[in-house]
């Protein structure tokens, strides 16, 4: 268990509509980021935050927000589904950011399956 | 930003040794390496840093050629808990810590 908790473990749902993939990072950690791994594409980071703000972007659709709470917590918008964004969503966090590489915690995912 | 990782797959006997290559065609500042089986979340194994630096895993190593851009992975007297899909995650000059990963290597040790 690397203390990292993810809700809900599995989603289903149409295209076209709009869900929310929720984050609560170890203890005392204050990055969180967020990838996206399906079989064709591997594990795509989408964004990261730091302490609230975001830190870094990588490959995020347009569609796709997320944000980062005073408790630390983050949720992962995802609108207008389409089949194509069907993968499993991992949370992740760690001790800190800046100029300092550490480890990361995954939690145990989100299933996203659009129909 | 994707870096490449080989092989694709390995199969090995326990016992045998087994070495995961990543490279990039951007300059490496830091490179870790997270092996996830099946099912379950990625799991932290090791970084390397530029300058030689390291942390992680005792009865893992690696390696990091900043001049070439590639690392990899050495994994000796294979158990069969080492059966997993390892994936290199490269760090870019800013520091966020964020990963850019490979499409892994998976790897399965039979008895």
């Known amino acids: 268990d690397s203390g990292v908790t993810q809700t809900p473990k599995h989603l289903i749902t149409a295209t076209g509509q709009r869900v929310t993939l929720r984050c609560s990072p170890r203890s005392g950690d204050l990055s969180v980021y967020w990838y996206q791994q399906s079989l064709d594409q591997g594990l795509q980071f989408l964004i990261q935050y730091y302490n609230g703000e975001e830190r870094a972007k990588g490959n995020i659709l347009e569609r796709f927000s997320a944000q980062q709470f005073p408790d630390l917590h983050s949720e992962l918008n995802l609108s207008s589904l389409e089949l194509g964004d069907s993968a499993l969503y991992f949370c992740?966090?760690?001790?800190?950011?800046?100029?300092?590489?550490?480890?990361?915690?995954f939690g145990p995912g989100t299933r996203l399956t659009v129909l | 930003q994707q870096p490449v990782q080989s092989p694709q797959a390995v199969i090995l006997r326990e016992g045998e040794d087994a070495v995961i290559n990543c490279s990039s065609s951007k300059a490496l500042y830091s490179v870790h390496w997270y092996r996830q089986k099946h099912g379950e979340a990625p799991v932290f194994l090791m970084i390397l840093l530029k300058g030689g630096e390291q942390k992680g895993h005792d009865k893992i190593s690696a390696s990091f050629n900043e001049k070439k851009q590639q690392s990899s992975l050495y994994l000796t007297a294979s158990q069969l808990s080492y059966s997993g899909t390892y994936f290199c995650g490269t760090g870019d000059q800013t520091g966020a810590n964020n990963l850019f990963f490979g499409t892994g290597t998976r790897l399965t040790v039979i008895p």
């Open positions: 992740a966090s760690s001790v800190t950011s800046g100029l300092r590489y550490n480890e990361q915690f």
